[in-house]
């Protein structure tokens, strides 16, 4: 098995440019949730999808941010416009319902 | 209030020493607990699951108290490498199935 991957691993990029996160969960698994975490604010839920449709996006810091799942094993997320204050380590994570959830190894955003 | 609190700690405990961490949530819908350790600049990671009946894992042992609401997490006879976050996470499944994590405590095993 493996995993729940991510891509890039890590993505710089400058103020107002567009960024796209990756993510393929571990097959089976019908829940996806994706997490922002930072030194100051710790682990946090952007948006989370059971059986493709999203569920929670109250997370989602504001309309720069979008998520989409157009399938069961593909997930993006996006910025756009990015600004530096997005710099963080942002995590995909699948789950089978009230199952452990398995992450993926993150995405560290660098804004410039 | 938040779903999940736990001490931040950090914790600073030698090398053999036992160490205790709590952490309460206060949703009595909860269904399923768990207890997860993340190493800087990595993915947090499954540690163990707690059952009602509590379970053990080697050194590690998890308890639940459904009547107080807390779950705890008891590592004996430290070792360097269990230094880490350790983080506590509850899932909701009236929630569509959300997971609810704590902030999370730092422990620091010391030779």
């Known amino acids: 098995d493996a995993g729940v991957i991510q891509s890039p691993r890590h993505e710089v990029t400058e103020m107002g440019q567009e960024v796209t996160l990756r993510c393929k969960p571990i097959s089976g698994h019908n829940s996806l949730f994706w997490y922002r975490q930072t030194m100051m604010r710790g682990l946090e839920l952007l948006i989370y999808f059971n059986n493709n449709v999203p569920i929670d996006d109250s997370g989602m810091p504001e309309d720069r941010f979008s998520a989409k799942m157009p399938n069961a094993s593909f997930s993006t997320l996006k910025i756009q416009p990015s600004e530096p204050r997005d710099s963080a380590v942002y995590f995909c994570?699948?789950?089978?319902?009230?199952?452990?959830?398995?992450f993926g190894p993150g995405t560290r955003l660098t804004v410039t | 209030r938040k779903e999940v609190e736990q001490d931040p700690g950090p914790f600073n405990v030698p090398e053999g020493a036992t160490v205790a961490f709590n952490c309460t949530y206060s949703?009595?819908?909860?269904?399923?607990f768990f207890w997860y350790r993340q190493d800087c600049r990595k993915e947090p990671k499954l540690l163990m699951s707690v059952y009602s009946s509590g379970n053990e894992d080697g050194r590690f042992t998890a308890q639940l108290n459904r009547a107080s609401q807390y779950i705890s997490l008891l590592i004996r006879d430290s070792k360097l490498s269990d230094s880490a976050t350790y983080l506590c996470?509850?899932?909701?499944?009236?929630?569509?199935?959300?997971?609810?994590f704590g902030t999370g405590t730092s422990l620091t095993v010391i030779p």
């Open positions: 949703n009595s819908a909860s269904q399923s």
């Open positions: 994570a699948s789950s089978i319902p009230s199952y452990e959830q398995y």
């Open positions: 996470v509850v899932n909701i499944p009236n929630t569509g199935n959300q997971f609810y």
